[in-house]
């Protein structure tokens, strides 16, 4: 068992699917020497002395995050010329897709929709789900979320477009109304099926392990699960991760990524939004095109994969929505939805202007 997941650990980390940072937890040892070896032995001395520097880190991490440790750039910062507005470099970005297919990708929560203390309230207002309808008439959409599948259709309410749902474990195509619909059944892949029970018995312990901790809430993305820590006071975190922890080393099959006041709970398999994203191209019939130019926008740290993927391929683009200098592979920025609402209503305006609709 646990050399299975140091084989995964390991190809993760040389395909660079993952970095050494990211893998927050895993257990077990049985004296391999592989590539991975550095990051079980520090997860080892982690559990050995009560897995206490594990969930230092974990919160020291996510904290780190928090816009409370965050500055805001201001325009002349290097952070915002590396990473310019995707709004002031519209011109410059529309000349560098010339005479190439876009393809749009769309992270959810604090992309299409501002991030609220709620999970099951962060709803998508009118004017954005209609700029998004009116966008997957000009290009093949496609939105990329950790919630299920399921739920953020719920929100998006789009039948026209492409969604990969629980970090692009659940994937599936239109189904009517989308003139970029494929002929071939919209179901298109569901890489980890095998852990659905797993996650579903993960997912109920760490319900009743929580509970007792105030403003604590566990969502179930079915191929993955977030334990949510916002609502929670910033001095409860350790505990709360302490919880997390105390469930998740039975399980050394899965692993544990973050995101913005996020854990999330996820199966140790080779897969994320960049492959998503390399698997929605294929799919659509780009596979090793030079004539495709896709553009993902995403505010989160799974978001870096695909961003990651755009960057050495040299391929489309990537844009952070973020007010914040931070860490990114992607070439571009935006400050909120409102701003990604904007640029999208002028990729809309520009197809619409150059196709002479
Ligand atoms: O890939 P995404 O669509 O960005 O999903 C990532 C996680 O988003 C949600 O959590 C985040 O948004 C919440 C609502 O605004 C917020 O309360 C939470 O603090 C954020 O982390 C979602 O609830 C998670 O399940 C997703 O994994």
Known sequence: MVRFIKENITKMLETKIISKSEVLYAGGDDGDTSPATKVFQDFQIKEKNGGGGLVRSWVDSMRACSPTHLKPFDNQSSWIKEHPSALNMFEEILHESEGKQIVMFLDYDGTLSPIVDDPDRAFMSNNMRNTVR????????????????????????????????????????????????????????????????????????????????????????????????????????????????????????????????????????KWDKGKALEFLLESLGY?????????????????????????????????????????????????????????LERMVEWKKLTSGE
């Open 134 to 269: 009116k966008l997957a008439m000009c290009f093949p959409t496609v939105i990329v979320s950790g919630r299920s599948r399921e739920k953020v259709y719920s929100f998006v309410k789009l039948t026209e477009l492409y969604y990969a749902g629980s970090h692009g474990m659940d994937i599936k195509g239109p189904d009517q109304n989308s003139k970029y619909k494929k002929k071939t059944q919209s179901l298109l892949c569901q890489p980890a099926t095998e852990f659905l029970p797993v996650i579903s018995e993960v997912y109920t312990k760490l319900v009743e392990k929580t509970k007792s901790v105030k403003g604590a809430k566990v969502e179930n993305n079915k191929f993955c699960a977030s334990v949510h820590f916002r609502c929670v006071d910033e001095n409860k975190w350790s505990d709360l991760a302490h919880l997390v922890r105390s469930v998740l080393k039975n399980y050394p099959k899965l692993m544990l990524t973050q995101g913005r006041k996020v854990l999330e709970i996820r199966p140790i398999i």
């Open 287 to 343: 596979e090793n095109c030079t004539n495709v130019f896709p553009i993902y926008i995403g505010d989160d740290r799974t978001d870096e994969d695909a961003f990651k993927i755009l960057r050495d391929k040299r391929q489309g683009l990537g844009i952070l929505v973020s007010k914040y200098a931070k860490e990114t592979n992607a070439s571009y920025s935006l400050q909120e939805p409102d701003e990604v609402m904007d640029f």
